[in-house]
Structure formats: C-alpha cells, structure tokens
C-alpha cells in the first residue's frame, strides 16, 4: 500500500503536465484516504485527506494510482480491467489519462 504522502509528491513532480488539466480531480482510495488535485486557475495544488468537491472521482487502490502517476499503468487497461472507476466527467477523465500516458 502506497503512502499518501508519496503519493502526493509522484503527483506533484508531474506537475509540469498535469497543471494543464484545468479541473479538480479526487481520488478516492479503495485502501483509505483520497487525494484532490486541483489545477484549475492555472496552478495545480495537490492535498491529501478525506472528500472535496470534484469534477471527476476516480476511485482506485493507492498502489494502482502511484502505477498510473509513475506512468507504470495505462490508464485505459486500468479502467477496462475494473481498476479504476470513474465517477462525473467522462470528458475529464479522458483529459487526465492522456496527461497521464503521455
């Protein structure tokens, strides 16, 4: 099981390309906790804890999420697999797994 504050710090070293995202992503973790990247505004602010209103909520193991962040994970095999889950835009979602794959 991932750390929450690794799992912090892999997203914000991608912060280059995800800051271009433009909405507030939350991931809730299947193992406890959540994570809501902010990048709206033109900066991205990561933060660890519990809820937050989101444009999209995918939900995943925290192990999974830091493969996906590391680029060890395609996003695609993750959601078709059952991995991941995706909760409110679709269209956002798609937005964060090509930022993630690229």
């Known amino acids: 099981m991932a750390d929450l ?3 912090v710090g892999a997203i914000e070293e991608r912060s280059g390309a995800l ?3 433009g909405y507030r992503v939350r991931f809730d973790l299947t193992d406890g906790g959540s ?3 902010d990048a709206t505004g033109g900066t991205m602010a990561v933060s660890a804890g519990e809820g937050g209103e989101a444009d999209t909520v995918m939900r995943l193991s925290s192990d999974n ?3 996906l962040v590391e680029g060890r994970l395609n996003p695609m095999i993750a959601f078709s697999t ?3 889950k ?4 679709q269209g956002v979602a798609m937005k964060l797994a090509g930022l993630l794959d690229g």
């Open 19 to 21: 800051g271009t995202l």
């Open 5 to 7: 504050d690794e799992l």
């Open 35 to 37: 994570i809501l990247l």
């Open 82 to 84: 059952g991995r991941l």
């Open 86 to 89: 995706v909760q409110g835009s």
């Open 65 to 67: 999420l830091l493969k």
